[in-house]
Every structure is written in structure tokens, then in C-alpha cells.
């Protein structure tokens, strides 16, 4: 990446309306995630039997009303969002590190190599991953982490076939001859000639796939093999509000509206991304 | 024992079924010091040889011969053996020195990196030593340079930063590909000049691989050409340029435009076209093109015979 490029990809970033709007909206939500609770009387555990499943509406003393047992569902819908944006944030490191290895290296060294590893990613991708991350929690039971490395390591077969078509690309690139020839070994050659190059790829595909991986997550705690009471993410949120859907609607609608803002803003600002990116080589 | 010693190299590709042949066959030694220029059309397999001393052809490349440099064997030496080698005592610069910058590395990285491989030089000793780099190859504002990226730089400075780069291992073989073809005639005259003080001040030796006669006449002592993936000609500069005696080297000579000399209405060309790797032949590859080609050319393949000055593959070499 030369200097002055992604500047100019924040540039442009920038300059297309809506992906800043999405931009904007996208970071006021992590905040509000982030910090949202604190400014918050109630607590997300704290029971009150006093207004239980309470509409929202000025007269409460929740802004947006309560479950079933009289939990905050402002606070709760916050907390939810904070689980379900660390998932997203631990799956794509782990997703994109692998990706980016995996994807490099078979890119680079070729031959036998890249057709044994190209391969195994295809059987991977054949499998039925819902059902390898099912497993493993029907396994090891539910834990957390493993449920975010688990949504992780599925993530990245994409990412790596991206990574080795462009590697493909840049590897006959005649400067990488010339680091062949100034003696770098293979090791040294892939981390500093090739993964910057593939480097802006790469972030447009994480951008793209956060969204995915919230909503696996959601889906899998809709499910009930996510995340465990009494703790919350989106999916279990929406999962209880679906059920409560004629009685309590706004108990679906809140943790609903939150994530389809969440995933709307992910979704442009990665498109934003993307086009602010792809501009080829200039200079 | 020479330097760099190319042995009966042949080197083909198997290519949609078809046997595509690059090199047919070529010895050439170069001895310390030596500066030989080689010259030959596109696809006379001039770059191939040397790209496959350095273990730089594709995967799919099948080769035969050998190479030894310094009496090491480098043919099917693994990459270990070959990074010893390569960048520290053969080194080579490309055509196009845009593209053999990597475009997000500033200068001083690219530079510092061949030295923080091959000496395990702490950074700032690299730095220092890039920035000598880039003065002795007389860029402007070394300094700067070190700060630049390569698209902020001009042609000839790039060629000048790919030069110091490849000195910076203080090779004692440079392997130059077309190195000024990609560059305007002035700021080719610089860089050749720069060989010219480069060779006075240190035993360097050199392969000038280039298709223009006149770049190779001003540095090389001995031209070697090549047609068709093997050496049809081998002899000192002066001579060769003076009296080829190859009928394809004095087509070359002729086709060279000279200053100074008549003016011509039509500029001279070698009739016909450049075999193909797909090619075989019979007899002499240049004889569909050659002027004293005879019965005997097409059946029976001239072997390089090696004279008093020089060698020449030719059953009836200019002068015999």
C-alpha cells in the first residue's frame, strides 16, 4: 500500500454520502453498545416486578419497556449487542489470520502445495458449517470463546481463496522476482511483498463479513446453542421476542431494529469500502 | 575456472501438448571480471538462461545441463543454497524498474531488507548503508530518496535505486536484463557510464543481455549471440562488431543505425520472422531467413566451432 492510499481510500470513504451516513450511524451504535448501559438506571439482571413487560413510553421508567420478568430491554438490548459485536470482532481476527495465512501461502508456494490446500478447502466448504459449529458446542459444551473461534474458524475459507487468487496475481509481479533474487527467503518474501498488496481485499471482506458473523451468532443463539442465559446477545433477545411476539411486540422489535440498523451500517460501509478500494494501482 | 559456467543448458515447457523449447543447448562461461553482452531477438532465449541460473523459471520449466557458479552447482539447488547466493554474489536488475520495486516498501526498506538478510545488519547500520548505496550510484538527494516510495521517483532514478540495491550485496556477478531498454537514450547514456566507472573501480563481472547492439558495443568485451535458443555466435566486441562472421550477427551489425554514416532512405531489417520455442528444426534455425543459406543448411545443423577468435555455428561463416 503506498503512502498516501489509504488516506485516499478514507477519502473517498468519506465522500460517498452513504457510506459516511452508514459510517456515522455504525459508530454511534457501538457506542451506545459500548457505553449505553452506564447512563442507564437499571441494571440488565435487575428484576422489576413492579412494571413486567411493560410497553415503552414515557410513562415508564424504561424507555424501551421490559421482558417478561421486568429486565430492562434498553439496557439488555445493549449488553446483547455488546456480546454480539465482541463474536464478530474475535471470529474475524481469527478468521481473517487464518484466511490471510492459509490464502498467502498456498498463492505463493503453488504447485502440489496450493492443489493439496485449495482441496481441503473445498471439502470445507462442502461440509455443512452450521453443523460443525453446532458440533462443537454439543461437544464442549457452551462456552463462549469456543463459540466465537468456532464461528471464526469457518469464516475463513472465502477469504483465503480471495487471498490466493490475489496473491496469484502479485507473485508474477517482477518485483517479487526481484526479492526472489536479492536472496529473501519464502517466509520474508510472503509477509512483506505480498501480504501488503493483499492487504485492502482483505478488509473489505472482513467489513463484509461481520454482518454474516453477527448474524450466525444470532442464529445460533435463536437456536439456543449461543449465548446463555443470563447473559444476552441479539439472537437470544429476538429469539425470546418471537416468542412473545402478540403479547409484547416491542420485546422482537427493539433487539430487531437494533440489529438490522447494525447489520444495514456494517453492510454499506463495506460496500463504501469496497469501492473506495478498488481503484487499481495509481502513481 | 570460470565464474559462471553454463553447461549444455536446455530448457522446454510442456505447453497444451506441445514441446515448447526456450534453450536448445547452450555453454557459456563467464570469467571473473568479465563483462560479456548478449544478444539476440525476443524469444532467442537470452533471458530464460540466466533466469535459470537463479532458479527464477516457472514451476513447469524442465531443464537439463548445468550451471555452476563459483564451481557450486545451482541447477536443482533448493532455495536455502540458492538465497546464499542470490542478492550477495549474483545479482541481477531487471528491465522495468517500476516493477521490480515493491510499490508499498519505501526505498530505505527495500534497500535495508537485502542487507538485513544477507549481513544481519541492525537497522540503523542499514540505513546507513542504503544511504551510501544510493550516493554511489549518484542519485540526487540520496536522503529523500530513502523516504520515497518507488512511484515517486523517476525512471532513471529507479534504475539507479535497483543498481545500488544490487550492489549492495557487493556481487561479484551482475546479471543486467535489458537495463535501459525501459529508460530514455539520455538517461540510458548515465546508467551505462555508471557501469563504465562501476567496472574501472571494482573486478565486476557483468551479462549485459540486451537486443540493442549499440548498448552491448559500449560496455561489453565479448558478444555472445543468440537465435532460436542457442549461441550462433560467440566472439570479442570489437571483432564481432567489426567482421561478424555469422551471417545473423552481420545482419544485426548492419541493422544497428550508425551516426555519421550515410543516410538511408529505409532503415536495414533482418528479413523474415524469429522462430518460436515450438519450432524444431532439421538444419540451421537461421536458414529460412539467411541470405547464403544452401541445400546443406536445411538438412545438417551447423555445430558451434570454436576458432582463434571466437566461435561461430555456421557451415559457411562470412571471411572462411
Known amino acids: ?283 | 575456472m570460470a565464474l559462471l559456467d553454463i553447461e549444455s543448458l536446455e530448457i522446454h515447457y510442456e505447453r497444451a501438448g506441445r514441446r515448447v523449447e526456450t534453450v536448445r543447448g547452450v555453454s557459456l562461461a563467464v570469467e571473473k571480471g568479465e563483462c560479456v553482452g548478449l544478444v539476440g531477438e525476443s524469444g532467442s532465449g537470452k533471458t530464460q538462461l540466466f533466469l535459470a541460473s537463479l532458479g527464477l523459471l516457472p514451476r513447469d520449466a524442465r531443464m537439463q545441463g548445468s550451471v555452476r557458479f563459483e564451481g557450486h552447482e545451482l541447477m536443482g539447488a533448493d532455495a536455502r543454497a540458492l538465497n546464499r547466493i542470490r542478492g550477495s554474489k549474483l545479482t541481477m536488475i531487471f528491465q522495468d524498474p517500476l516493477s521490480a520495486l515493491t510499490p508499498h516498501l519505501r526505498i530505505g526498506a527495500q534497500l535495508g531488507e537485502v542487507l538485513t538478510t544477507h549481513r544481519g545488519c541492525s537497522r540503523s547500520e542499514a540505513r546507513a548503508a542504503a544511504l551510501a548505496a544510493l550516493a554511489r550510484v549518484q542519485i540526487s538527494e540520496p536522503e529523500r530518496r530513502l523516504r520515497q516510495y518507488p512511484h515517486e521517483l523517476s525512471g532513471g532514478q529507479r534504475q539507479r535505486v535497483l543498481i545500488a540495491m544490487a550492489l549492495l550485496g557487493d556481487p561479484c556477478m551482475l546479471i543486467a536484463d535489458e537495463p535501459t531498454s525501459a529508460l530514455d537514450v539520455t538517461v540510458q547514456a548515465q546508467i551505462l557510464a555508471f557501469f563504465e566507472t562501476l567496472r574501472a573501480a571494482q573486478p565486476l563481472a557483468i551479462v549485459l543481455i540486451s537486443h540493442d547492439l549499440a548498448v552491448v558495443a559500449r560496455l561489453a568485451e565479448r558478444i555472445v549471440v543468440m537465435y532460436a535458443g542457442r549461441i550462433v555466435e560467440s566472439a570479442p566486441a570489437a571483432r564481432l562488431l567489426a567482421r561478424p562472421r555469422h551471417p545473423y550477427s552481420e545482419l544485426l551489425v548492419q541493422c544497428a543505425p550508425k551516426i555519421g554514416g550515410p543516410r538511408l532512405e529505409r532503415l536495414p531489417f533482418v528479413p523474415g520472422r524469429a522462430p518460436r520455442g515450438e519450432d524444431s528444426f532439421v538444419g540451421c534455425a537461421f536458414a529460412p531467413r539467411c541470405p547464403r543459406a544452401a541445400p546443406r543448411c536445411r538438412e545438417e545443423r551447423p555445430l558451434l566451432e570454436t576458432g582463434r577468435a571466437g566461435a561461430v555455428a555456421c557451415h559457411f561463416p562470412i571471411d572462411s
Open chain 1, 1 to 283: 500500500m503506498k503512502e498516501g492510499a489509504w488516506s485516499e481510500a478514507w477519502t473517498r470513504l468519506a465522500a460517498g454520502r452513504v457510506a459516511r451516513i452508514a459510517f456515522l450511524i455504525m459508530l454511534a451504535l457501538i457506542l451506545l453498545a459500548l457505553l449505553g448501559p452506564a447512563f442507564s438506571p437499571h441494571a440488565s439482571a435487575t428484576l422489576d416486578w413492579q412494571s413486567v413487560a411493560t410497553a415503552p413510553g414515557g410513562s415508564s421508567r424504561h424507555w424501551l419497556g421490559t421482558d417478561r420478568l421486568g429486565r430492562d430491554l434498553f439496557v439488555r438490548t445493549l449488553e446483547g449487542a455488546r456480546v454480539s459485536l465482541a463474536v464478530a470482532a474475535v471470529a474475524s481476527v481469527v478468521s481473517i489470520s487464518i484466511g490471510l495465512g492459509y490464502g498467502a501461502v498456498a498463492g505463493y508456494v503453488g504447485g502440489h502445495t496450493d492443489r493439496l490446500m485449495m482441496r481441503f478447502i473445498e471439502i470445507l466448504s462442502g461440509l455443512p458449517l452450521i453443523f460443525f459449529v453446532i458440533f462443537v458446542t454439543v461437544l464442549f459444551g457452551r462456552n463462549e470463546v469456543l463459540l466465537f473461534l468456532s464461528i471464526g474458524a469457518v469464516g475463513w475459507l472465502t477469504l483465503a481463496r480471495i487471498v490466493r487468487g490475489q496473491t496469484l496475481s502479485v507473485r508474477r509481479r517482477e518485483f517479487i522476482e526481484a526479492a526472489i533474487v536479492s536472496g529473501a527467503s519464502g517466509a520474508r518474501i510472503i509477509v512483506r511483498h505480498v501480504l501488503p498488496n493483499v492487504a485492502s481485499p482483505a478488509i473489505v471482506y472482513a467489513t463484509l463479513a461481520i454482518p454474516q458473523i453477527i448474524l450466525l451468532e444470532s442464529f445460533l443463539s435463536f437456536l439456543g446453542l449461543g449465548i446463555q442465559e443470563p447473559q444476552a446477545s441479539l439472537g437470544t433477545l429476538i429469539a425470546e421476542g418471537a416468542g412473545e411476539l402478540q403479547s409484547a411486540p416491542w420485546m422482537l422489535l427493539v433487539p430487531g431494529t437494533f440489529l438490522t440498523l447494525l447489520l444495514l451500517s456494517l453492510n454499506l460501509v463495506g460496500d463504501g469500502l469496497r469501492d473506495a478500494f478498488d481503484v487499481g494501482e495509481r502513481g
